[in-house]
Nanobody, 120 residues
Framework: QVQLVESGGGLVQAGGSLRLSCVAS????????MKWFRQAPGKEREFVAG????????YYTESMKGRCTISRDNDKNAVYLQIASLKPEDTAVYYC?????????????WGQGTQVTVSS
């Protein structure tokens, strides 16, 4: 079992950037593939980015490639999502996930989410 707590969300103007953080407790985050998902109002939760247990490889949804970077610090049990050039359509609750696989469809454990609101 692992508990995940996200932070770093907020209100930002279009074109700005944000760095989201997720800290894991319980089992160490290095036991899991770590992922970020998001859910916009009225839409289903969608995959954003994932990173391997070691941090050596990462993968992104096509729409976010080039605008976001996922990273992790296993010594701190943390994973991060840096998003640049934010757009109003990036407004969503962003969730951190920990999974036993690299599936982009789901995650074994979830955080409570952090709200990102992008104003035009």
């Amino acid at each position: 079992q692992v508990q995940l707590v996200e932070s770093g969300g907020g209100l930002v103007q279009a074109g700005g950037s944000l760095r989201l953080s997720c800290v894991a407790s319980g089992r160490t985050s290095s036991d899991y593939v770590m992922k970020w998902f998001r859910q916009a109002p009225g839409k289903e939760r969608e995959f954003v980015a994932g990173i391997s247990r070691s941090g050596a490889s990462s993968y992104y949804t096509e729409s976010m490639k080039g605008r976001c970077t996922i990273s992790r610090d296993n010594d701190k049990n943390a994973v991060y999502l840096q998003i640049a050039s934010l757009k109003p359509e990036d407004t969503a609750v962003y969730y951190c996930g920990a999974g036993s696989t690299s599936s982009t469809a789901d995650s074994d454990f979830w955080g409570q989410g952090t709200q990102v609101t992008v104003s035009s």
